[in-house]
């Protein structure tokens, strides 16, 4: 049986964003969604291979990242760990955590949501009073 998470793995197979037009582009995403991270415990939902976790990690006594892809969920536990750094493979649906975050961060992700509404309710779930949410999509009328 192919189960969504195996469907991203098959995915990062082809895709790397640890080199090429989508590592440029983190520089990019760092310096703008580090202006807006808050208090001292962030969530990186679809965090992938771990790069802005690890580069956003001083900010924070402690953050998570999910991704539901084994393999990069792997990588980043390997390559981009620190102790207040904690990394699940989970989809964010079947994600529980035992406290709530100041911060969620999620690059990247809104787009492949089948019900993007239903996820940011979702997200609200997760987010302690006062918290916010630092979302990134990418521009689909961009000439890349």
């Known amino acids: 049986m192919i189960t969504f998470q195996t ?6 197979q082809r895709y790397s964003e640890e080199k090429g037009f989508e590592y440029k582009l983190l520089k990019y995403k760092l310096l703008e969604v580090s202006k807006y991270c ?15 976790t690890r580069r956003l ?4 006594h402690f953050i998570v990242g999910i991704d539901g892809s084994s393999q990069k969920i792997q990588i980043a536990k390997r390559y981009n760990s620190a102790p207040n750094i904690e990394y699940q493979c989970v989809l ?9 975050f100041r911060t969620v961060i999620m690059t ?7 019900d993007p509404v ?10 302690a009073p006062g918290g916010r949410v630092i979302i990134t999509v990418p521009n689909a009328l961009a000439i890349h």
Do not use: M, W
């Open 7 to 12: 469907k991203l793995d098959k995915i990062f």
């Open 38 to 52: 808050a208090g001292n415990s962030a969530l990186d939902v679809g965090c992938g291979v771990g790069i802005l």
């Open 57 to 60: 990690a001083h900010k924070f």
């Open 92 to 100: 964010f649906d079947d994600y529980h955590p035992k406290h709530l």
């Open 108 to 114: 990247n992700v809104l787009e492949h949501s089948q």
């Open 118 to 127: 239903k996820l940011l309710r979702q997200v609200k779930t997760r987010l």
